[in-house]
């Protein structure tokens, strides 16, 4: 069997280097090229068994190439590798054709991983290529917990399959709902919402599935339920957690074999309807009590979606105020302020318990009320302004092995010796400081965790010149 061929398109020499370096721990051949016309050209006389893309090059983008390549080799799988992703753009690379998605700067064992699927995929029948809608929905972030969402969206937007979004209050599960309903087969029919929880129990069966004339006092004419509205297209089941357990039943017969009855009716009514649900709950732990039945669980679960808290993606805090606070000024038709530097930070740092919903009134409450053109810290919320008294916020993980290899990798451009010096002090200066600050200096408990001797650790002291009188 012949060798499998990898190739790689990045105008980027330090990360077409570490790929490089990386994927000869498989068994393929790699070609590396710094444009997409080069790569296009070498069709004509061979093919890749799959290739990895970055979509902002110099020529030809990556979705360009994506395009042009696909109409040759629809089977052969493709990546897509940015640094700079919106929906909208993985979106499009999805309905291009793109095998998968990575964002810089993504681990190098997720690329193995990728690449090792895509490989495997590729030696089956029946390669499917991925078909997506375009969309225009503002989810706004660039952190790798919201690529995650995009990348859902993604790979769900040829198919209409049940989908359950999990997240706190106010972290946006209706606008994934809606991002998934555009980017569907169903996009052209009817997209129908209900808050389960903001509808009395005792209406909430007629809400979604209709009653007949005189079912009940007060019921003076027939009503068309929301099942039926939803026909053909999506109905989007928000705070899915509080619907009384007798409704659950009544939805999980529907969501079996799509008929039932209107409340006080004796006609079976088919309806065709993909059901996407929401939630802040743990259902999970809802079933365990026995408030939410296990069987409609797992038929509502058969996709899942969790949206993380605003507090565990605050890199995107920045843009989502200039975001809000552009789209406020538009809405409100006044001039768009400035935030100040110092302000952005406030608001960075702060926590917000309420996530986006709090962030975006809290935004347009600054538009109002403040009155010079630039928001400073002294025009913010006094609970935004004194963020003393909220515990210390780890910063987000960073890809270091990549940043390191790339680090290494413009050394060695530059011609710098004794890097294995270098690197190593480097290292071990980090790891022995944290650790002795993690044991408040004491030595012993140092040298237990790091696995050495206390005269080690008193000896790396003095070569790595730490502060003696801070270590005992």
């Not at 972290?171 to 809606?178: D, I, Q, R, W, Y």
């Not at 909430?204 to 009653?211: K, P, T």
């Not at 993690?438 to 012993?444: D, E, L, M, V």
């Amino acid at each position: 069997m012949s060798q499998e061929k990898i190739w790689v398109i990045e105008d980027d020499a330090s990360i077409r280097w570490i790929l490089n370096k990386a994927f000869e721990k498989l068994d393929a051949s790699v070609d590396l090229f710094d444009n997409a016309e080069d790569a296009l050209a070498r069709l004509d006389s061979e093919s890749p068994s799959v290739v990895l893309t970055d979509i902002r090059m110099p020529g030809k983008s990556g979705l360009v190439f994506l395009e042009e390549f696909k109409q040759q080799y629809a089977d052969i799988p493709v990546i897509v590798m940015t640094a700079f992703s919106d929906l909208q753009t993985t979106v499009e690379a999805f309905k291009k054709g793109a095998f998968d998605y990575l964002t810089k700067p993504f681990d190098i064992d997720d690329a193995l991983n990728v690449v090792e699927k895509a490989l495997a995929q590729n030696k089956q029948d029946g390669f499917a290529t991925p078909i997506a809608i375009d969309s225009e929905h503002k989810i706004v972030g660039d952190s790798p917990a919201i690529q995650k969402i995009f990348t859902a969206i993604g790979r769900l937007s040829q198919s209409d399959i049940n989908v359950l979004i999990f997240g706190e209050s106010g972290t946006g599960k209706e606008l994934v709902a809606n991002a998934l309903f555009e980017n569907s087969p169903r996009n052209k029919k009817p997209f129908i919402t209900i808050n389960t929880a903001a509808i009395p129990i005792e209406l909430l069966e007629s809400e979604l599935f209709g009653h007949e004339k005189g079912a009940f006092t007060g019921a003076s004419s027939k009503r068309i339920g929301r099942f039926e509205q939803a026909h053909m297209g999506t109905l989007f089941l928000d705070e899915i957690g509080d619907m009384p357990l007798e409704l659950q039943t009544r939805l999980l017969r529907v969501l079996q074999d799509g008929r039932f009855y209107r409340v006080g009716g004796h006609e079976l009514i088919q309806s065709d309807v993909r059901v996407i649900a929401a939630t802040n709950q743990n259902l999970s732990e809802l079933v365990k009590a026995g408030k939410f039945r296990e069987d409609l669980y797992h038929r509502l679960n058969v996709i899942q979606i969790e949206l993380p808290p605003l507090r565990q993606r605050k890199e995107d805090i920045p843009l989502l105020v200039n975001y809000f606070i552009s789209r406020n000024a538009q809405s409100l038709e006044i001039e768009r302020k400035i935030i100040a530097d110092h302000a952005l930070q406030a608001l960075t740092d702060y926590e917000w318990p309420g996530n986006i919903r709090q962030l975006e009134n809290t935004c347009r409450w600054l538009m109002v009320m403040t009155p010079a053109k630039t928001i400073q810290i002294s025009d913010l919320p006094e609970d935004l302004r004194d963020i003393s008294k909220q515990p210390p916020q780890s910063q987000p993980s960073q890809n270091w092995q990549f940043q390191l290899a790339a680090d290494i990798q413009q050394n060695l451009i530059n011609g710098n010796k004794n890097l294995s010096n270098l690197y190593t002090q480097t290292l071990e200066s980090v790891l022995y400081a944290q650790v002795l600050e993690h044991t408040k200096g004491h030595k012993i408990n140092a040298a237990t965790i790091l696995g050495c001797s206390r005269n080690t650790i008193t000896r790396k002291i003095k070569e790595l010149k730490l502060n003696p009188a801070d270590y005992k």
